[in-house]
């Protein structure tokens, strides 16, 4: 066959487009969603990793830190002695600038000499570049990313608040947003230091320190792609919800136009075209409109990432500490990936159509469709195929189980994908038995039998954008329980926490001299330092190797003792073994090591291992590390930590002028107002964080449900046609078109009812395994369940909401048909 | 042109295999027409299926312009069917979504031999100038059954096949189309095999055979 | 009946225009990466024009012990010490140890600005290389350092003339003898991490005969048209002292030769580097000679050479009294390189095959080159030390 006739073919086959452009639009519209979320998410996800890979390649990452035990800053002195002494040292300035227009900017000064290998001079390639970044005027590295955020082009100097400049501009695509590197003696300037704040050295360089200085091994610094992979595979997660929930869509919408093409691709058989040619055109028709649907998609994926990101780069931050730009970076797998998804997925959704067509039996021109029998083996087909994904699924839970926490969150979440679409699979059977029992019960009343076995009728097409329904649903309902039970504990655990009314971060250098003026003070009950080291645990019985942990101490004061979010102790007062020497562990640890209340664990401390009892279990919501609790003194007096925080109590009922504080401070000391902070604003800001982080996963499962409305609607709409040629011998024999139209309504409704009763259960179960699995694998600790008799209430209202919504349009249509079109559809037929 | 030697095919039913046709033989040259009668039901179609490769036979050889159909792979068959075969069904068949002259021109096109002279010529023969950018819908029944003629012959085939392409319309359009049909047919020069259960649709053939039980017989319309 | 479709496709025009989009983008891009590609550079940018620095030029006095410090008019300078020892089994050694100093500002630049007092700010990079051979192995490494060349600000590295002192960090090239010209007794010291290997040494030098002056009073010519640099050497040293590999210790004596030289620039902009030898011969002879490549009339070979007796006096070789001719390659470090050589001085009957003892000495730094022991056999037998750069 020449090409010219293949054109034909396909361009026949294209046709039925031209007389029902709604099904095209159908397609491409659930194509376009689906690939718009999933996009959306990827481009956040692949942005953010960039981000992350350029963080964890930079050299400051990966070397370990050498400072002061007591913080004090370092001299040139300190570095000069080390390096002629053949330590392979290299100085660095960390710092944080504010621009002229307010934005702060962090800083980092480097001697590219003398980093070790892989860090600085090795890409220096030619000398010219080493010059410019050795000699004044300097230069400031910065990613490309950064350049857009200060809207500055390379070559400018930014202007300071304080009035100076920075030095020119200079891109750098290896560096992560949001970091300025230069050479360490503009940096010693700029943020008037008066030496380096820490040096670094290669890990496997060995070293013999005095005892004034601490060295920080690399991996105590949790890498960032670490930390947030939790967060990017709940993002992921959301997307391929929205993903399958598209895909519904389009395999409703193509198996509709296969359908009703059956006809049409018969005849070409017929007058010669040939079987395999035919399936190689069906791909090609299904080809070309996945590259228009995946462009859309991915397009509008991006401008969705846009809008998403300042709130996902905000948590980020917030959260773990971690700088996204403001821009996305897309990497060209990100497009690659995209497109194969999405052409990958309408592949899926359309192979059984395309086996189909390759099955095509050409005799059967003219005959009526068999749907009955076919449609009652499919349900089989379902039910069985749901039995199996819901066994996979407890598989996966009790193999979850026996995983250690911080372990197993692509199967936790695999587990949940199966578990949704095993009960996905599980509804159309459902619908036809109870439809069957419902109509056998009412059988003596015509009207009635005749909507049950009409509904019967169309479940083939409806039960798809049901399981659509069923899905979003259960998704809602279990991610809202999770998320306002998690706000409940949150703002609980919170209250707990912030013991003191204010909060107080002193420079080490003046740390002394503000402690004891804050204690000699009027106006202040009690002062609560805490300070923060780290170190590692040894020998326990999870873990033959020593495992890096957190040191935190805290001062045990009364208001102190009754509030501190205890999840379980050895006795019901804990705190006076806590204050005779035995250690708190946060909830991670505990689960994490399988330490208990009253079992020892052993730190290692400068002085050598030591052995600590431990009096309690505390929660520690938002900390990605096990965290091991002394009092103040015990950790200044074992493990020589730097200064920390104070926390100030202040009378009750007496209200002390904060303001005169903040005052005298900033005079006596010159400590910034903004230093001293107060439970309240810290409350708040937690507050704010926490919506921010979940009003993206609030907008993506919004969105998810509105795709799930989308599924319903077109499918309804097309299967228009139909459904007045079934109700055309109705209305012929006497039932008004009122009746008709409330009949419709009421079989859709009641559907959607029952679809939404499957999915409260199944919303449950879902919350249940987000807050008992999937937490504990992402983030190492348990939320309690909470059930939300409202939200169930919800689910249910929306779902009726959602259909009856969907069918209005149809309804409208089929109300305003002229009642002679019925009977011409009656007589087509 | 076609030729069937000892074909016989019989289909599976609830109450066991039901015989159709039973080694049944026919020769029909070039050129040349022939009405095909019987109950309806008794395998006339089959007959047809099987002459016009959609259908296999269960023993037997099916030739079609000298080449056997079974030796012949699916594609070779199916360019046989769109190079020399024009097929009339009972229902049409034709695609809803295609304007008249596109519906006309379909299997021309399919196997390259559009000629647009002949199908302008076509169209004007059967009726349908006026109605070229019309859908199969806004026609009546008469008029498109002569669509249905007029895409069969537009790719000039050698072998016509016809199944009851009257039986859809009224006695009107009956002899309309069938005067039609006839007189293209003799034009053109194709064979045709025409199946029919009407003695006055079968009486203009040249020859006339019956099928019953699954055995073909001479007949008289 | 197959092949008619392949013929079709292959002769189909829209095949043909597809395919040649194709090759335009994978050209397009060919281009783009070729592009990326800066031209070839001289060796380590040391033929960059200068204007601001000071230029080396004959009739100009040396004085010591002055001029064994750094002079920061001129842009490059060095001090290179190469020794050729034997352990107590008789295995031979190699060692290098060389500063080098580049300068980053001209002489006249006035932007050291404000924080000019800030020990952080740098006019000078210093770079230092140590190397260790055994007849089977070859140890260096690398170290930098910013710094001002004043000798009175201590620095990470730096020289200071009296007492004679260079450093880098902890590798250390200092006078024994306070009294004295500053390079009569040296101690070297250094220790260095090669992949997962320590190496170290710790060796006297004691000078057996005085400075030799090379050139014109101590004035190299290196090129046709005039360029040049300072160039003294003290070549007759007698060491002494220990060599640790890996913990093991070592004691080793023999001989070394130091080098000193410096300059603005020392090669045309085009010419790619050189090649150059220093030979302890038997007799008590020393023998300095380098080709710059591409540095004579017309872009031919620029040849000269010291031949010094075992008092210190110093012949100079000009350009057609010396024949370098290399006769033998080996591939190291995916690069051609003359490992073997035939030296050749008619006027002082001396034909010799220099050759490395092992050819696998690349020094694999930032600025790459080859660096070695050699062996000389021939007319005259000994030791001493090859080095090639820009290959």
Known sequence: MSLAAYRTALLTLLSHYRRHPGQLVMLLVGLWVASALWSGVQAINASARDSYARAEA??????????????????????????????????????????????????????????????????????????????????????????????????????????????????????????????IAAAVVLLEASGPSHLVIAPEATLSLPDEW???????????????????????????????????????????????????????????????????????ELLILGLVGAMAGIASGVWLAQWLLPDVAASLQALYGERLGDELSLPWYYWAGGLTVTLGGLLTAGASSLWHAARLDILAMGRSQAWHGRFQRQLTGMAVAGGLLWLLAIGLGGWLHQLPPRAGLTLGFTMIAAALLGSALWLPPLLASLLAVLARTLRHRPLAQWAFADVNLQLPRLSVAMMALLIALSANLGVSSMVDGFRLTFLDWLDQRLVADLYLRPPADRYEAVADWLRERDGIDALLPTRDSETRLIDTPMQSTAQPVGLYGVTPHPRLRERWPLLDAISNDPWPAFQQGAVMINEQLALSSALSPGETLTLRTPQGPRAFQVAAVYADYGNPRGEVMLTTERLIERFQAPPGSIGLVLPPGRATD?????????????????????????????????????????????????????????????QAPQRRRQLAPLWAQGVSRRRLTGIGLCQLGGTALITACLAVPLGLALAWSLVAKINVAAFGWRLPLHVFPEHIATTLVLAVAVTLLAALLPAWRLWRLPPGHLLREFDAS | ????????????????????????????????????????????????HLAAGLDVPDSGRVILAGQALDTLSESRRSALRRHRLGLVFQAFHLVPSLSVSDNLRLQARLADREDSAWTDELLGRLGLIGMRDRYPEQLSGGQQQRL???????????????????????ERSADEVLTLLLALVADSGCALLMVTHSPRVAAPLNHCLRLSHGQLMEATP | MRFT?????????????????????????????????????????????????????????????????????????????????????????????????????????????????????????????????????????????????????????????????????????????????????????????????????????????????HGDNGFSQKTADGQGSFYYSQPFYRVEGQVEIDGEIRNVSGQAWLDREWSSQIMGPTQQGWDWFSLHLNDGHKLMAFRMRGGGDDGEDYLSGSWISPDGDVTDLANDTIELIPTEHSSVAKREIPTQWQLRLPGQDLDVTV??????????TVFPYWEGDVTVEGSHSGVGYLEMTGY
């Not at chain 1, 704010?688 to 449900?705: C, D, K, M, Q, W």
């Not at chain 3, 090759?23 to 397009?28: D, E, F, G, P, Y």
């Not at chain 3, 070859?138 to 007492?163: M, N, S, Y």
């Not at chain 3, 490395?356 to 694999?364: G, S, T």
Request: charged share 20%; glycine share 8%.
């Open chain 2, 148 to 170: 249905a003629i007029g895409r069969a012959l537009a790719v000039r085939p050698d072998l016509l096949l016809a199944d009851e392409p009257t039986g859809n319309l009224d």
């Open chain 3, 5 to 213: 479709r392949l013929r079709r496709l292959v002769t189909s025009r829209r095949v043909w225009l597809t395919i040649g989009l194709l090759v335009m983008l994978a050209l397009v891009l060919l281009l783009q990466q070729r592009s990326d590609d800066s031209p070839p550079e001289s060796f380590a940018g040391l033929g960059e024009e200068t204007e601001t620095f000071a230029r080396a030029e004959p009739s100009h006095q040396l004085r010591f012990p002055d001029d064994h410090g750094p002079h920061p008019n001129y842009r490059i300078e060095w001090w290179y010490l190469t020794a050729n020892l034997h352990d107590t089994q008789g295995e031979p050694l190699g060692i290098q140890w060389t500063l080098f100093r580049q300068a980053l500002a001209s002489p006249n630049d006035e932007t050291a600005g404000d924080n000019g007092d800030s020990p952080w700010t740098t006019d000078q990079l210093w770079m230092a290389h140590a190397a260790l051979s055994t007849p089977d192995s070859h140890w260096l490494d690398e170290r930098f350092a910013r710094g001002k060349p004043a000798p009175d600000q201590q620095g990470q590295a730096g020289v200071e003339a009296q007492p004679f002192a260079a450093w880098l960090d902890n590798w250390q090239l200092r006078s024994r003898a306070p009294n004295g010209d500053g390079l009569d007794a040296l101690t070297v010291s250094a220790r260095g991490i090669d992949d997962d290997s320590t190496f170290g040494y710790r060796l006297d030098l004691t000078a057996e005969g005085p400075l030799v002056l």
């Open chain 1, 214 to 284: 601490i060295r920080h091994s690399a991996d105590n610094l949790t890498a960032p792609g670490q930390l947030t992979d939790s967060f990017h595979l709940n993002l992921t997660a959301m997307g391929l919800l929205a993903l399958v929930v598209g895909l519904f869509i389009v395999h409703a919408a193509l198996s509709l136009t296969l359908e009703q093409r059956l006809g049409l691709m018969r005849t070409l058989r017929a007058l010669g075209l040939p079987g395999r040619p035919l399936v190689a055109l069906l791909a090609t």
């Open chain 1, 658 to 718: 904060i303001s005169a504080l903040r005052d005298e401070l900033s005079q006596h000391f010159g400590i910034s107002r903004d230093s001293l902070i107060d439970q309240a604003t810290l409350k708040q800001q937690s507050r704010t964080i926490f919506e921010r982080t979940f009003a993206i996963t609030r907008a993506l499962n919004g969105l998810t449900l509105g795709v799930a409305g989308i599924a319903l609607l077109t499918s309804l709409l097309a």
């Open chain 3, 355 to 364: 050759e490395a003892r092992n050819p696998e000495r690349w020094m694999d």
């Open chain 1, 58 to 183: 930079l050299f400051s990452q990966q070397l370990d830190r050498i400072e002061r035990r007591d913080g004090q800053p370092l001299r040139y002195e300190d570095f000069l002695t080390l390096r002629r002494d053949g330590a392979p040292v290299s100085p660095m300035v960390e710092g944080e600038v504010e621009l002229a227009d307010g934005t702060r900017l962090p800083v980092l000064g480097i001697d590219p000499l003398t980093l070790p290998e892989g860090g600085g001079l090795g890409a220096a390639q030619a000398s010219e570049t080493l010059l410019r970044f050795l000699r004044p005027p300097y230069r400031t590295r910065v990613a490309p990313e950064t350049l857009a955020t200060l809207s500055a082009e390379p070559g400018a100097t930014p202007t300071l608040a304080s009035g100076g400049t920075m030095p020119p501009l200079a891109t750098d695509r290896t560096l992560p947003p949001e970091l300025a590197v230069m050479d």
């Open chain 2, 1 to 48: 042109m076609l030729e069937l030697c000892d074909v016989s095919k019989s289909y599976a039913t609830p109450q066991g295999p039901l015989s159709v046709l039973a080694g049944i033989s026919l020769r029909l040259p070039a050129g040349d027409s022939l009405a095909l009668m019987g109950e309806s039901g008794c395998g006339k179609s089959t007959l047809l």
